[in-house]
């Protein structure tokens, strides 16, 4: 991935608290063309999925539904926080207006192309 169209997390440290989530793993890829990403989001249902794209800035947020049976008890849990979230900072190259997402199976695959002024283009050479 080139300098231009690098995408960075912003970084979110500290103790749990309300606001605290699982940081879902992402894979970044580029092409010519613009950036795919790849979320895996296990056990978030569409209606709990939010995508939320700003001039420089994306924001990938689920809440987890996990169903326990009335009556039972919890022993163990390894997934203790409910939701999952994510923040991007996204290159000027990236045109955010026309990004398209997929939703399947726990998956999310977003797709946001390059600007018209970032995309290579071929030059016509003439002959004089």
Do not use: C, W
């Not at 970084?11 to 895996?40: C, F, H, K």
């Not at 001039?55 to 926080?81: F, M, N, R, W, Y």
């Not at 000027?92 to 997402?101: F, M, N, P, V």
Request: charged share 30%; aromatic share 2%; net charge negative.
């Amino acid at each position: 991935m080139n300098e231009k169209t690098k995408l960075t997390q912003k970084e979110r440290n500290g103790a749990q608290t309300p606001d605290s989530a699982l940081l879902p793993p992402v894979d970044v890829i580029e092409d010519a063309g613009g950036i795919m990403l790849i979320a895996d989001l296990p056990g978030v249902p569409r209606e709990k999925l939010n995508l939320q794209l700003e001039t420089d800035s994306l924001t990938i947020e689920g809440e987890v539904a996990l169903d326990t049976p009335e009556g039972v008890q919890s022993l163990h849990a390894d997934v203790k926080l409910p939701r999952y979230r994510r923040v991007f900072t996204l290159s000027k190259e990236l045109d955010g207006e026309k990004a398209s997402a997929e939703f399947k199976h726990g998956v999310l695959k977003l797709r946001i192309p390059k600007a018209e002024h970032a995309q290579p283009r071929k030059i016509e050479v003439r002959v004089a």
